[in-house]
C-alpha cells in the first residue's frame, strides 16, 4: 500500500455524509421561523439526499459483495446493512414526500422523521466502520484493497465497472 489509505474514497464519502447529516441534525434543533423551514429542509435534503443514495449504491456494488466473498456469506452483518440502507432510502423517501404535502403534514411530523434519518445515518456509518472496513482491511491483499477502492469510486457514478 502506498500511502496506507486505499480507504480515502470511502472516508471522504463519510465525512461528506458527516457534516451533511449534521446541518440535518443542526437545523431540526434550531429550525428558522414557521414560514420558510420547509424550504431550508428541502435545500438540506437536496444536498444529503443524492449523496447518501450514491454512496448506498457504492457500498451495495463494492464492499458489501466483497465482504461477502470474504465470509462466504455467513456473516449477518451485511444483510443487517442492506437492511438499513432500504430504511435510510425509504426514511428519505418519506421526507420529501411529507414536505411536499403542506396541507396535511404538520411540522412535528417532518421533524421527528428527519432525527429519525440522522440517527439511523450515524449508527449505520458507525456500524460500518467497525466492522466492513477494518475487517477488509485486515483480511486483503494491498492490491486486493486498492482495486477495491478504484471500484467504489466508479461505482454507481459512470456506468464502467471493473472486473472483480
Ligand atoms: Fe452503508
Ligand atoms: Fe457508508
Known sequence: MECGCWDLKIREDHRLLDSQREALKGFLKDPTGPKDRRVHLSKILDSLGPSLRLHLQREE???????????????????????????????????VRLLEDRENTSWETISETGDVLAELLEDHEEKESRFITDT?????????????ARQFQHAASCGCREES
Not at 477488509?136 to 477495491?148: A, G, Q, V, W, Y
Open 61 to 95: 456494488e463494492t464492499l458489501f459483495p466483497a465482504f461477502d466473498r470474504l465470509l462466504g456469506g455467513s456473516s449477518g452483518t451485511i444483510p443487517l446493512l442492506r437492511t438499513e440502507h432500504d430504511h435510510l432510502r425509504d426514511l428519505l423517501d418519506r421526507l
Open 136 to 148: 477488509l482491511e485486515h483480511s486483503l491483499k494491498p492490491d486486493e484493497l486498492t482495486r477495491l
